[in-house]
């Protein structure tokens, strides 16, 4: 038995469980929010964070977020500087994507505490429109602030392909609450970073190498890169020359 193998996979899920317990989704239908103040950055309750999607069939946090080197990055925006259209194909896939994030408190689940609401970059827009526009302000205001009611719908709902946020600010200005456990709850909420690590530049490098050079067994698991990331990479010129030039030249 490999005891190693065994606690990586313990953390890997003890991760995971918190991370669902601090992340909040919109279920379908209509749900009535309030975004708190975040205590980290009192300047800004918005966190914009960046992400590798679906390599080896997983998400890592880019340290790009937070102003550092990213050797994913990095070999995305070598391979767009090659003048090779299956080059550029790939590194659109690998380049790091925005997500953003609000701390956020659920009517009716109050007592649950603060969590984090990720989403992309077109309610992100119309948040920003709104806390811009002087008819509604500070939104996030502890005590004159405004709720937020969350449309979520399915793809299936509406026909397309994709599903839908709506958001809609409520007219009244209210407090987050006036239970002194819930305000307590708001102002000892935990650090975004708790949720997602953030890898070494070595342990990404080496995440970049296994995405473009699976193992045997890796190919054939489910929770490993897909038959079409290996088609993909392998199609793509000279990746293994600017993987050696950027990393072990």
């Not at 966190?47 to 998400?59: A, D, G, P, Q, V």
């Amino acid at each position: 038995m490999d005891l190693n193998a065994i606690k990586k996979r313990l953390s890997q899920l003890q991760t995971t469980n918190n991370r669902t317990s601090s992340l909040w989704k919109p279920q379908p239908g209509k749900t009535q929010i309030r975004i708190v103040p975040y205590s980290f950055n009192k300047d800004n309750p918005f966190i914009e964070l960046f992400f590798h999607y679906n390599l080896n069939n997983r998400s890592y946090l880019s340290p790009i977020s937070f102003g550092r080197p990213d050797p994913i990055e990095e070999f995305a925006q070598k391979l767009k500087g090659s003048g090779n259209k299956e080059d550029y194909q790939l590194a659109k896939k690998l380049e790091a994507k925005m997500r953003t994030f609000a701390p956020v408190v659920v009517r009716g689940e109050e007592r649950q505490g603060v969590r984090f609401w990720g989403f992309g970059k077109t309610v992100y827009q119309e948040l920003l429109s709104i806390i811009a526009d002087p008819d509604y302000g500070d939104i996030t205001d502890p005590v004159n602030g405004r709720d937020v009611v969350v449309e979520f719908i399915t793809a299936e709902e509406s026909g397309a392909s994709f599903p839908k946020t709506n958001i809609r600010v409520k007219p009244n200005q209210t407090a987050i609450s006036d239970d002194p456990d819930v305000l307590e709850l708001v102002k000892t909420q935990q650090e975004i970073s708790e949720i997602y690590q953030e890898l070494s530049y070595d342990d990404l490098t080496g995440v970049l190498n296994d995405w473009l050079n699976p193992s045997e067994d890796d190919a054939t698991e489910e929770t490993q890169v897909s038959t079409a990331d290996l088609a993909a990479s392998k199609t793509v010129s000279n990746t293994t020359e600017a993987f050696d030039e950027l990393f072990n030249s």
